[in-house]
């Protein structure tokens, strides 16, 4: 099925540990988002990028990193994982404002 | 700060019943969505109103755009447990794409 795929669904890391998050979408949009949600919060975004080469930071993008390594694929990176990153993260893609995000089924992060 | 509040943040009903849910803001938008989120899941979209005082149905769902910009309303007639989920709104005012979510409303329906 055409959307967005986030690898892995779930990950538990010790505190100071690196990971990356994958995120790909087939429908040849534009526009790619990280969020992360918690609970009582909503979404809050992480980091976006408006078109394939660019990068830009959104709420919350301390403690994080992204590439976007090509029109399909971005992902983003946990340099040094704290417990205040236990969170369930989602990327998105989007074509035109209107159109509305599609989102990934969401990767569940706990930092112990 | 959460830019959209939604209410009641949880709601729970019998099977035919009715409900409305709320997303109010002091922002103006230019967009805003609304969105459907089940356990383990991402956010589905639902609609995308525009334009102030927009009404759009899509089945048995009504979303309301207010006249202002600045708030929605989602009533839902004759709910199912199918209905049952996280409702999101969200606001949009930059011209690609970025959009602020409220902390959602949790409708549980049951038979």
């Known amino acids: 099925n055409a959307g967005v795929t986030q690898t892995p669904k779930f990950q538990v890391l010790k505190t100071g540990q690196s990971m990356t998050l994958q995120c790909a979408q087939d429908?040849?949009?534009?526009?790619m988002y990280w969020y992360r949600q918690d609970p009582g919060m909503g979404l809050r975004l992480i980091y976006y990028?408006?078109?394939?080469?660019?990068?830009d930071k959104g709420e919350v993008p301390n403690g994080y990193n992204v590439s976007r390594l090509n029109k399909r694929e971005f992902s983003l990176r946990l340099e040094s994982a704290a417990p205040s990153q236990t969170s369930v993260y989602f990327c998105?893609?989007?074509?035109?404002?209107?159109?509305?995000?599609?989102f990934g089924s969401g990767t569940r992060l706990t930092v112990v | 700060t959460q830019l959209l509040e939604q209410s009641p943040q949880f709601l729970s009903i019998q099977e035919g019943e009715n409900l409305t849910v709320y997303c109010n803001s002091s922002s103006v938008f230019s967009s805003l969505q609304w969105y459907r989120q089940e356990p383990g899941e991402g956010p589905v979209l639902l609609v995308t109103v525009v334009t102030g005082g927009e009404v759009k149905k899509l089945k048995r769902l009504t979303f309301q755009f207010g006249d202002a910009r600045k708030d929605s309303s989602l009533h839902i007639t004759a709910a199912q447990p199918g209905d049952t989920g996280l409702y999101l709104c969200a606001g949009g005012t930059d011209s690609w794409g970025k959009f602020q979510f409220g902390a959602g409303t949790q409708v549980v329906v049951t038979p």
């Open positions: 429908m040849n949009h534009n526009s």
């Open positions: 990028s408006a078109s394939e080469g660019t990068t």
């Open positions: 998105a893609s989007s074509e035109a404002r209107v159109d509305g995000y599609t």
